[in-house]
């Protein structure tokens, strides 16, 4: 896998090993599945950014040409899932997270009507911004660290940013969104208040980001070859108002230069796949694509 992508774990290119596995031999190629079932409450802070029930599928291909097989695998994971998803259940999804410039996917899923919806993009330590200054204006705009005061309206924002990115399928709509990521919000800026950042701009909050230092982001170590040396990028939002106007890239300089100088080598994100805003953006931070997340909802038809 270090071949396609250096900063890949090292356990991407690993067999899978347990019981029930899936596997598809043929002439040419092989290919080995393992499914997990998640099911999670619809208060849970997770159930804002996925569906309730999810079948999950983790692939292993090796040999000249595994893509034949690959669609063998993929159709009996579909064919068999049936005593863990519902027809019909709209809250319910298949997904298949693979390596983003793995490019022996894409045809077997598309065919089978997948689509990509999560991006899990990366960014080494010291990359620079492509494109000129900020110019934020008209009027004074100013970044600075978030005060306690501040994050009533930052939480507003998490509201209207999860709301946005439901347009992408990257997010479900539920009661009570914002309030959720608010109070798990409260905590992160508890225990790191330095590393949230707000705009300030004509009197009020117009923007925040918001990242984890490596010791925060234990969740996402496993994704990439940093280990737990990688940080991640957690919220960056600006309202309508101004964007395009550089409000983002000044949000997300700020954000890079506190992750730089604390020796973080590699900062981890998600974006919305077919986010026709957020995809040029990042990539003009540095970032690029490491993993993708295919989704089919509802996962059993």
């Known amino acids: ?3 396609i992508d250096h ?10 090993s347990g019981p029930d596995l899936l596997r598809v031999h043929g002439p040419d190629g092989n290919a080995v599945g393992r499914v997990e079932f998640t099911a999670d409450g619809p208060h849970d802070e997770s159930a804002l950014w996925e569906p309730l029930r999810q079948s999950t599928l983790e692939v292993r291909l090796d040999g000249r040409d595994p893509v034949p097989v690959l669609g063998g695998l993929l159709d009996q994971w579909i064919a068999g899932a049936a005593g863990t998803l519902v027809a019909g ?9 693979v390596p983003s410039r793995d490019l022996r996917f894409v045809n077997p899923l598309l065919a089978r009507g997948f689509a990509p919806v999560t991006t899990l993009a990366a960014r080494p330590a010291g990359t620079i911004a492509a494109g000129g200054p900020a110019v934020v204006g008209p009027g004074p705009a100013v970044v600075r660290t978030a005060r306690p005061e501040d994050l009533d309206a930052i939480g507003a924002m998490l509201g209207r940013l999860q709301g946005f ?13 914002a309030e959720t990521l608010l109070g798990s919000f409260r905590g992160k800026f508890d225990r790191n208040p330095d590393w949230t950042l707000v705009l300030a701009a004509g009197g009020s909050l117009q923007g925040f980001a918001q990242v984890d230092p490596p010791e925060q982001a234990g969740w996402v170590h496993r994704m990439s070859s940093a280990g737990d040396r990688a940080g991640y990028f957690g919220y960056l939002f600006v309202e309508p108002g101004l964007r395009s106007r550089g409000a983002g890239a000044a949000l997300a300089a700020r954000a890079h230069q506190i992750l ?9 994100l998600h974006q919305a796949s077919n986010n026709p805003y957020a995809t040029p953006f ?3 931070q540095g970032y690029r694509p490491l993993w ?6 509802p996962g059993f038809q």
Request: proline letters at 6%.
């Open 260 to 268: 730089d100088a604390a020796g973080v080598p590699l900062t981890l």
């Open 89 to 97: 259940d709209h809250d319910s999804a298949r997904n298949l997270i």
């Open 165 to 177: 990115d439901q347009h992408f399928g990257s997010a479900t709509e539920r009661a009570g969104a």
């Open 7 to 16: 900063w890949l774990p090292s356990w991407a290119a690993e067999p899978l």
């Open 292 to 297: 993708s997340t295919w989704k089919r909802r």
């Open 1 to 3: 896998m270090t071949a």
């Open 282 to 284: 990042w990539a003009r």
